[in-house]
C-alpha cells in the first residue's frame, strides 16, 4: 500500500510534468497509424491469403462446403479491411425523418 507521502509526492510530479490541455506522451504514435503488433498481424495475414497453394486449399473446401468462415473472414478482414456497409433506402426521406424526430423528442 502506497503511504499518504508517496502518493502526494507522485501527484506533485505528474501535475506538475504534464500541461493543462496535454496528457500522455506528445510524441506518440500519431492518430490513425497502426501499432506494431497489427502491423504485424496484416503481414502475416497478407502472406496466407496471397498464398496460391491456401488459395487452392480454400477453393477446394469451399466446392466441398466445408470452408472456415470464420478463420477466412478474419484472414480476410486483416488483409484487406472491413468492406462498408451500404445501406439503401427506399428514397421516402421525409417519413424517415418523421420517425427520427417522433424518436428523438
Do not use: C
Request: hydrophobic share 40%.
Amino acid at each position: 500500500m502506497v503511504g499518504k507521502r508517496a502518493a502526494s509526492v507522485f501527484n506533485r510530479i505528474v501535475t506538475v510534468h504534464f500541461s493543462k490541455g496535454q496528457s500522455g506522451n506528445p510524441n506518440d504514435r500519431p492518430k490513425g497509424r497502426k501499432n506494431k503488433r497489427t502491423l504485424e498481424v496484416e503481414a502475416v495475414a497478407a502472406k496466407i491469403v496471397d498464398d496460391p497453394v491456401v488459395q487452392a486449399l480454400w477453393l477446394k473446401q469451399a466446392q466441398a462446403g466445408e470452408l472456415p468462415v470464420p478463420i477466412l473472414q478474419t484472414l480476410v478482414y486483416y488483409r484487406w479491411g472491413r468492406p462498408v456497409e451500404r445501406i439503401e433506402h427506399s428514397g421516402e426521406i421525409e417519413h424517415a425523418m418523421q420517425i427520427v424526430e417522433v424518436t428523438l423528442g
